[in-house]
């Protein structure tokens, strides 16, 4: 299918696809943002970092982590600020050259993190759940493997353990509150 010449017709679909994919990235993403800000003081990304790091038991160099969690170095540097003010991440230095640093997560960013994900990852479940049967849930993971950056480190990040214990608010697909927002 790779060698495939696209039709006018299919241009107009894909064009289609595209504009739909982003729309719903978006549409997803403030939603989200808006319910972890609410209750957490955090974003999207914030939990996407915290998630990676929870990984990594010595830590990332900054660099790494801007290319795992796809932003930019200087994104990653004001993210990650903003994530030590709140002591959910530490700067540690590299003992071999003390030019590089890795953030770290901190037992209050592993508390957060596991926060987060019981109401994001029930909000995410209420959002597609209402949309999708399993089997049309699976079909959309399958096709949306074959985009570039569709897969591989996507299900790295997600493969680890769940929250847990999740509490009623995020069994109603609503983010727990706990914190005063940042």
């Given at each position: 299918m790779s060698d495939q010449v696209l039709s006018a017709q299919d241009v107009?679909?894909?064009l289609l696809a595209w504009g739909r994919l982003l729309?719903?990235?978006?549409a997803m993403t403030r939603t989200f943002n808006a319910e972890l800000q609410?209750?957490?003081?955090?974003?999207v990304s914030d939990v996407?970092?915290?998630?990676?790091?929870?990984t990594e038991p010595i830590g990332l160099r900054r660099v790494d982590l801007a290319g795992r969690v796809r932003l930019t170095p200087s994104g990653i540097t004001r993210l990650l600020?903003?994530?030590?003010?709140?002591?959910?991440?530490?700067?540690?230095?590299?003992?071999e050259d003390a030019r590089v640093t890795y953030a770290v997560i901190t037992d209050a960013g592993r508390e957060m993190l596991r926060e987060a994900e019981?109401?994001?990852?029930?909000?995410?479940?209420?959002?597609?759940?209402?949309?999708y049967a399993p089997a049309e849930l699976d079909r959309l993971v399958e096709l949306l493997a074959r985009l570039p950056g569709g897969g591989g480190e996507l299900e790295e990040i997600c493969s680890?353990?769940?929250?847990?214990?999740?509490?009623?608010e995020a069994s109603s697909g609503r983010i727990p509150s706990r914190i005063t927002p940042r």
């Open positions: 107009e679909r894909a729309g719903a990235h978006a609410a209750a957490l003081g955090l974003t996407e970092v915290l998630k990676v790091l929870a600020d903003g994530l030590e003010r709140c002591d959910l991440v530490a700067k540690r230095q590299c003992p019981a109401g994001f990852f029930a909000a995410l479940a209420r959002v597609f759940g209402e949309r680890g353990e769940g929250a847990g214990g999740e509490g009623a």
